[in-house]
């Protein structure tokens, strides 16, 4: 089993819809929770971060964690073109080791 | 902030040889970390440093690969007796290590083993 596993897509959604991202982890001590938004043959930029239970908005983006659940999700809402890309769901672990782990990603296609 | 920046940006290699990148971080930042990432995959964790001591390294690096962060700013990652596995983008991030872990990428560079 993957740490932490992605959808890997790709997800179609039309223009000015809301596009709902996935990722499951399996450690349960994770604390730290990013998305990372990659564009084709760029480096990750960080989106979004949480740390608690629940919703946390920025913008047309909201990340929600369900830590019993162990599940993390990114809504983007009124989803762009420009939001076509590949995302990265990644967890740190509250074990002391200080790496991320990411998932494999899932690429979005907002169409026009 | 001029952000991270890696060089060289693309290297092709023959099989056997060594390679040696380079990454300066932003220069505020105390941490330092080299991922690998292939197409289709996630960045995959490779080494850590904070300042100049490397804290962390993945258990799948290889003997073949080092890593060093002299005097707490610029890195280097070498990889010895290259193979073609070893093809892959190698990206380097750093982060300002007080709280939250924000990392920021560099362009990266990409490694062909032919």
């Known amino acids: 089993q993957k740490e932490v596993e992605q959808n890997s897509g790709p997800l179609s959604v039309p223009e000015g819809a809301i596009a709902s991202l996935n990722c499951t982890y399996s450690?349960?001590?994770?604390?730290?929770f990013f998305w990372y938004r990659q564009y084709s043959g760029k480096s990750p930029e960080l989106i979004m971060s949480?740390?608690?239970?629940g919703d946390k908005e920025d913008g047309r983006f909201t990340a929600q964690l369900n830590k019993a659940s162990q599940y993390v999700s990114l809504l983007i809402r009124d989803s762009q073109p420009s939001d076509s890309a590949t995302y990265l769901c990644?967890?740190?672990?509250?074990?002391?080791?200080?790496?991320?782990?990411f998932g494999s990603g899932t690429r979005l296609q907002v169409q026009p | 902030d001029t952000g991270v920046s890696q060089d060289p940006r693309h290297k092709i290699t023959k099989r056997g040889q060594n390679v040696t990148f380079r990454c300066d971080p932003i220069?505020?930042?105390?941490?330092l970390y080299w991922y690998r990432q292939t197409l289709g995959q996630g960045p995959e964790f490779l080494t850590y440093?904070?300042?100049?001591?490397?804290l962390e390294k993945s258990r799948l690096l290889s003997d073949r690969f080092s890593a060093e962060r002299p005097k707490g700013s610029f890195s280097t990652l070498e990889i010895q007796r290259t193979e073609q596995g070893d093809s892959a983008m190698y990206l380097c991030?750093?982060?300002w290590g007080q709280g939250d872990e924000k990392l920021f990428f560099g362009s990266g560079t990409q490694l062909s083993v032919l």
């Open positions: 991030a750093s982060s």
């Open positions: 450690d349960r001590v994770s604390q730290s």
């Open positions: 949480i740390y608690s239970n």
């Open positions: 990644a967890v740190k672990s509250d074990t002391g080791r200080r790496a991320l782990t």
């Open positions: 220069s505020e930042h105390n941490r």
């Open positions: 440093f904070q300042n100049e001591a490397q």
